[in-house]
């Protein structure tokens, strides 16, 4: 068993793999490499078999159809049973370089998932904007990191957390609603090196929409273990 996986969700990321899993292993030698081809029609799939069959400790696992990036994601974190587990992007704009500096976060044993704070003109003002007021408004009604983002480190406590919860699949907010300590460290993320982002505009709004469930069970739950005074005393 590897001591770290990380988990990667692909879709239209053939050209970046190689060179993505090159400095996964560089920046954490003996890492685990969960490869999730979210059924990409357009070669990833293939991309990242190839690459498992030459690099060892490479896992690929597959949908069968497209389930969306959250749905892979779950499906990658089940995949594994490492100590810890990193999630992030597969086009390169989460640098793998930072893995160690969430590692060693976490490993200070005050918290159960490390974020990657988001740093860097990486996005158009449009988006940029849409994606700080998702944050802040999870950072105000979860109490994460308001700079938390998808590129994240977790403990087993936390993942098993996770992938225990029902509802919609949206990483962020159900570890949110985990409970659990969280903190974050900046990273810069780099421009898309290839391609056009994958995730348009109604996506983003369905990936917003997704945390909703989350936030209002998490609220439910703290509602019901608020202390009770006892009028009938």
Same mark, same amino acid.
């Not at 659990?180 to 090196?193: D, F, K, Q, W, Y």
């Given at each position: 068993?590897?001591?770290?996986?990380?988990?990667?969700?692909?879709?239209?990321?053939?050209?970046? %793999?190689?060179? %993505?899993?090159?400095?996964?292993?560089?920046?954490?030698?003996?890492?685990?490499?969960?490869?999730?081809?979210?059924?990409?029609?357009?070669?990833?799939?293939?991309?990242?078999?190839?690459?498992?069959?030459?690099?060892?400790?490479?896992?690929?696992?597959?949908?069968?159809?497209?389930?969306?990036?959250?749905?892979?994601?779950?499906?990658?974190?089940?995949?594994?049973?490492?100590?810890?587990?990193?999630?992030?992007?597969?086009?390169?704009?989460?640098?793998?370089?930072?893995?160690?500096?969430? %590692?060693?976060?976490?490993?200070?044993?005050?918290?159960?998932?490390?974020?990657?704070?988001?740093?860097?003109?990486?996005?158009?003002?449009?988006?940029?904007?849409?994606?700080?007021?998702?944050?802040?408004?999870?950072?105000?009604?979860?109490?994460?990191?308001?700079?938390?983002?998808?590129?994240?480190?977790?403990?087993?406590?936390?993942?098993?957390?996770? %992938?225990?919860?029902?509802?919609?699949?949206?990483?962020?907010?159900?570890?949110?609603?985990?409970?659990?300590?969280?903190?974050?460290?900046?990273?810069?993320?780099?421009?898309?090196?290839?391609?056009?982002?994958?995730?348009?505009?109604?996506?983003?709004?369905?990936?917003?929409?997704?945390?909703?469930?989350?936030?209002?069970?998490?609220?439910?739950?703290?509602?019901?273990?608020?202390?009770?005074?006892?009028?009938?005393?």
């Amino acid at each position: 068993m590897a001591d770290v996986a990380v988990v990667l969700p692909l879709y239209e990321n053939a050209r970046t %793999l190689a060179e %993505l899993v090159r400095r996964c292993r560089a920046a954490v030698p003996g890492i685990e490499v969960v490869l999730v081809d979210d059924a990409c029609p357009s070669g990833s799939g293939r991309a990242a078999v190839h690459l498992a069959a030459d690099v060892p400790d490479v896992t690929v696992v597959r949908h069968d159809e497209n389930r969306g990036q959250q749905e892979a994601i779950r499906t990658g974190l089940a995949a594994t049973t490492a100590t810890v587990r990193v999630v992030m992007d597969a086009d390169l704009q989460d640098p793998p370089e930072a893995i160690p500096d969430l %590692l060693t976060a976490l490993g200070a044993g005050a918290v159960d998932a490390v974020f990657a704070g988001r740093r860097g003109s990486y996005e158009g003002p449009l988006r940029r904007v849409g994606g700080v007021a998702h944050r802040a408004l999870l950072a105000m009604t979860l109490g994460l990191p308001v700079d938390a983002g998808g590129f994240v480190a977790m403990t087993t406590r936390c993942a098993d957390a996770v %992938l225990a919860m029902d509802g919609p699949p949206q990483l962020v907010a159900m570890i949110g609603r985990t409970g659990l300590p969280t903190c974050s460290v900046p990273v810069r993320r780099a421009a898309r090196p290839v391609g056009d982002s994958t995730i348009g505009r109604r996506a983003r709004l369905r990936h917003a929409v997704r945390a909703v469930p989350h936030v209002r069970r998490a609220w439910a739950a703290r509602l019901d273990q608020r202390p009770r005074s006892d009028h009938g005393a």
